[in-house]
């Protein structure tokens, strides 16, 4: 599958940016979806996770509360809606996706994960 991940941009402090993710090649209703971040000079993080039918949801301690992932499978699409963006979101988010189900998100490490798109750019100006 491959995926394409797009939204991001230039956002000021406190905004409300979609990230979408489109996967084609292959039908993504059966994958378990990751967003991931990696910020300069940094190590790629896991943001948000969620398994094929968007029931269960894991979120990082830095994304709980501000952060929802979801998934519209028809559309072979996932979404990570951020609000109260703040400058320490600034970064490169990448969407993932795994044929396992729910279990990457468990372990949430980035080799649970095979298929990943070119990422986003999000920069929050203060």
């Known amino acids: 599958v491959q995926l394409q991940a797009s939204g991001g941009g230039l956002v000021q402090a406190g905004g409300s940016p979609r990230l979408s993710c489109v996967a084609s090649?292959?039908?993504?209703?059966?994958?378990?979806v990751g967003w991931f971040r990696q910020a300069p000079g940094e190590e790629r993080e896991g943001v948000s996770c969620t398994d094929s039918s968007g029931e269960r949801t894991y979120y990082a301690d830095s994304a709980k509360g501000r952060f929802t992932i979801s998934r519209d499978n028809a559309k072979n699409t996932a979404y990570l809606q951020m609000n109260s963006l703040k400058a320490e979101d600034t970064a490169i988010y990448y969407c993932a996706s795994a044929a396992r189900d729910w279990g990457p998100c468990v372990d949430y490490v980035a080799a649970e994960f095979g298929s990943w798109g070119q990422g986003t750019q999000v920069t929050v100006s203060s």
């Open positions: 090649g292959s039908t993504l209703d059966s994958n378990t």
